[in-house]
Each structure stands twice: as C-alpha cells, then as structure tokens.
C-alpha cells in the first residue's frame, strides 16, 4: 500500500480550492512542516493555537489543517513572546505541519459560502461576486483525425467549463500552410516544400493558473512537432469562483422566523441585524467571516436579507432600508468549514483518521 504524504493531501484539497484564488493580503498554504513527510493523522480546525497544536499531538496526528492562517504577517523573531510565536515553535518542536486554506477556500463555488447555502437550506446558488481576472482562452489548430484526442487531453487538464456546463470549445474548419525547414520531422509533407492542411481552430476557456499543465497536455496530445497557439487573458466574470454566495429559501418565510432559523442552525449566541423587514424574505446572500464588502452586492442582486459578520456599528446604517443585515458573528460563520474540509478529503484518503479539533478557538464570548 502506497503511503499518503503531507504533500498528496494537500495536492488533492488544493485541485478543489487552488491557491491562486487566495486574495493578495492572504497567506493560504503549508505554514510549517515537511512535505515528504507520511500522513499519521489529520487535525480539522478553524483556528491553530497552541492548544491546537498539543491537541494534534495526544491524537497522534502530525497535519494540521485550518481555515485561518496562524501566519498572516511576517515573523522577525522566535522568542515565544506572542500567542503566534509560541504556537509555530510547538508545531516545529513537535514536528507537526500546519496548513491553511483560507480565502481560496472562500472563493471557490463549493467551498465555505456554499457549506452555509447549505446548512441554511438555500437552493439555486450563485456567486455573489463572481471574480474577473482568473480565466483564459486558448485557441491552437488541431488536424480532424487528432481533433478527439486532443480536446479530451485540453478537458482533462481543466479547459472547457464555463459555470454548470463542461467541455465546452468553440470550433471551425479552415486550412493551414507550412513549409517545413530541412531540420524538420513534419507530419504532414516534405522539408522544402509549401503544404496545405485541412485544421479545425479549436477555442476553449481555462483557469488561469493551470496553463502550465494545458500547455503540457496539448503538447502531448497533438501529432504536430510544432504545435500553433495563442494564449489571451480575459475579463470575464469567472462563475466558479468569487465572493459570497446567494440563493433562495424553497419557500418564503417571515423575516424573525427565519432569524431564529439562522440563529439555530448556526449556534449563534446572538445575532446583530437591522429592523425587520415588514414582508417575507425568500433571496438570501451569505458570506463566510468579513463581509461587510459584499453588502453592496447583495443590495444589487436582490437579496432581502445578507448573513456575514464583522459589521461595525455605522456600516448597519447601510442597509439603509433595502436589505436585512444579520451579522452572526465571525466564528459562527465558519463553523463548519471543519466538515467541508472532511467532505473533502474523505473522498480521497481512507488510510489515516481525520479529526475534528475539539479544542474551543473562538476568542469571542457572550453574557
């Protein structure tokens, strides 16, 4: 039986929440450990402390996994003087590794937002805020009887999904002109000489960050020795991934028995939230942590009621009358990012345990 690395369960949860789609200010990844290092056990958890970490230990497990960074800023010392410092040297110390996958996690369609939709009973999800910037064409010229092979290999790498549909690809007939130099080992006709060749101009849509691996795959695929492309960056909105989630209640509810719904399923001690609204609610918009960015969004698209956390007192005044903001608190948002994470990787590992932290890591307490 193959042993499973740290490095293989992270290769397998970032192929679901890639870390490209982490934000610019975030620090997603493995913090501390060694990648070649055999999996004995998993830890799930929101937060890394020291707690965690000792936790981690008595189970025998030597990965930890976290939603937040315990690296968010840089460290110029390792005395123990903070919180921070002393859960690192534990870990170093104990030869555990800690990862994060934090705002990638957010952003990806099934990730965090959507293990709310979820637990709320939401339906018809959608990004909130779909990203730009994070999608790519390619359109390279295929001969008819390779055609099949190599949009099988371009799909395989990831081209071709554009929000609920795959394999997608633009094609038309056309025909291509080469003359192969004498150092040439053409395919198709002669060094020396000008050849015409039937092609098709094959478009397909990619995330940008697997370009690497596409290229790598059409190169395998097409018979030509040297293969004809082009690579353009686009604006489009990206569907599969951005911030936030919105969706609808299968049925209309009253806005305070909907309150106390949330309230229940999200095991919050108390909710913050503007005045009620006087009819019921059906478009609900979420998002996981901070979201008070997203208020603007979730105005836009309709929702009459946005689920977050981290308001602060003048941005309730913001609702203005349009939307109902409940703001549940920080921790309680993103409970259950432990159980998306075994979701997760339970589809793929088998030979070691996966546990959930039972250690209490929200800093936040209620009267």
């Known amino acids: 039986m193959q042993t499973t690395k740290i490095k293989d369960v992270i290769a397998y949860l970032e192929s679901h929440a890639p870390r490209a789609y982490q934000e610019s200010y975030d620090n997603s990844g493995l913090l501390t450990g060694d990648l070649e290092a055999p999996v004995t056990g998993t830890l799930l958890t929101i937060d890394c402390t020291e707690e965690v970490v000792e936790e981690a230990a008595v189970l025998g497990c030597n990965l930890i996994i976290s939603h937040h960074p315990i690296l968010f800023k840089g460290l110029k010392s390792l005395t123990g003087r903070t919180y921070v410092e002393r859960t690192i040297m534990a870990s170093v110390r104990k030869e555990i590794a800690i990862y994060a996958a934090h705002t990638n996690l957010d952003n990806v369609r099934h990730g965090v937002n959507k293990k709310i939709a979820d637990q709320l009973g939401l339906v018809g999800t959608q990004i909130l805020r779909p990203s730009r910037g994070s999608l790519s064409k390619l359109v390279t010229f295929v001969p008819p009887d390779s055609l099949d092979k190599v949009l099988e290999a371009l799909h ?93 209640l299968a049925s209309p509810q009253d806005a305070l028995h909907f309150l106390e719904h949330v309230k229940k399923v999200m095991q919050a001690p108390v909710i913050r939230h503007t005045a009620l609204p006087g009819k019921p609610i059906h478009k609900v918009a979420v998002c996981g942590g901070a979201g008070s960015f997203l208020l603007p969004d979730a105005i836009r698209r309709g929702a009459q009621v946005y689920i977050s956390a981290d308001f602060k007192y003048h941005e309730f005044f913001d609702a203005d009358g349009k939307i109902l903001i409940a703001d549940i608190g920080h921790y309680e948002s993103e409970q259950y990012t432990k159980e998306l994470f075994w979701e997760v990787l339970n589809q793929k590992f088998t030979t070691f345990a996966f546990h959930f932290s039972k250690t209490a890591t929200n800093p936040i307490r209620y009267l």
């Open 156 to 248: 395989h790498a990831g081209a071709g999904s554009i929000g609920n549909y795959e394999n997608c690809s633009f094609q038309v007939q056309g025909t291509g002109t080469f003359r192969p130099n004498q150092e040439a080992s053409p395919v198709v006709g002669k060094a020396g000489n000008l050849e015409k060749a039937g092609e098709t101009r094959v478009e397909v849509i990619f995330p940008t960050h697997v370009a690497e691996s596409l290229l790598a795959a059409l190169r395998g695929a097409h018979p030509y020795e040297e293969v004809a492309y082009y690579l353009s960056s686009l604006e489009n909105e990206n569907q599969d991934v951005g911030a936030g989630i919105i969706g609808e």
